[in-house]
T-cell receptor
Framework: GAGVSQSPRYKVAKRGQDVALRCDPI?????LFWYQQALGQGPEFLTY????????KSGLPSDRFFAERPEGSVSTLKIQRTQQEDSAVYLC???????????????FGPGTRLTVT | KQEVTQIPAALSVPEGENLVLNCSFT??????LQWFRQDPGKGLTSLLL?????REQTSGRLNASLDKSSGRSTLYIAASQPGDSATYLC????????????FGTGTLLAVQP
């Protein structure tokens, strides 16, 4: 596929369960981003990877949230001991890292809708 | 801290009308600004990206302008169609190493046939 893919598309978890959300970026894209979108809101930044290095995790809301990208391609966002306030759509985006003058355009996946009951 | 605001929050227009969506941001030190479209239950589709050095970008019936000094952008949609119904989001990319996007809350557009 040519685009960013995410799985699962929908996830229902009982409060206290751990979940893992997967993102497959566009092949060759160095940068990978995770965003959280609450109902009726715009997406909010969670974390950023350049290859396998997590360069910014300032948006992660608590230490229950953990992201990794061990081989610089696929990324997993893990949420431990889920709470109702974690219910949201989790979006993944990827982009090329180019030199000065590049567009840094981000391409988004369809998202994973997480519902915590 | 950068904040992005979109007005109006919702808009309903009859088919064929031209319309303007507004986006404002508080910190003019941006690298670029993007307009996205989001359909219900779907991800984001990039419509237009304007670099900080540019004033506008056009794609088909869409035209986006950027006035960085005043912290404003507009998205102009000509001859609206029912298929244009969606939520429109603007996002700015600030400077620094992360290149994260900061989004507004969106404008929900309904084009009535």
């Amino acid at each position: 596929g040519a685009g960013v893919s995410q799985s699962p598309r929908y996830k229902v978890a009982k409060r206290g369960q751990d979940v893992a959300l997967r993102c497959d970026p566009i092949s060759g894209h160095v940068s990978l981003f995770w965003y959280q979108q609450a109902l009726g809101q715009g997406p909010e930044f969670l974390t950023y990877f350049q290859n396998e290095a997590q360069l910014d995790k300032s948006g992660l809301p608590s230490d229950r949230f953990f992201a990794e990208r061990p081989e610089g391609s696929v990324s997993t966002l893990k949420i431990q001991r889920t709470q109702q306030e974690d219910s949201a759509v989790y979006l993944c985006a990827s982009s090329l890292v180019v030199g000065t003058g590049g567009s840094y355009e981000q391409y988004f996946g369809p998202g994973t809708r997480l519902t915590v009951t | 801290k950068q904040e992005v605001t979109q007005i109006p929050a919702a808009l309903s227009v009859p088919e064929g009308e031209n319309l303007v969506l507004n986006c404002s941001f508080t910190d003019s030190a941006i690298y670029n600004l993007q307009w996205f479209r989001q359909d219900p239950g779907k991800g984001l589709t990039s419509l237009l990206l304007i670099q900080s050095s540019q004033r506008e970008q056009t794609s088909g019936r869409l035209n986006a302008s950027l006035d960085k000094s005043s912290g404003r952008s507009t998205l102009y949609i000509a001859a609206s169609q029912p298929g244009d119904s969606a939520t429109y989001l603007c996002a700015v990319m600030g400077g620094g190493a992360t290149n994260k996007l900061i989004f507004g809350t969106g404008t929900l557009l309904a084009v009535q046939p």
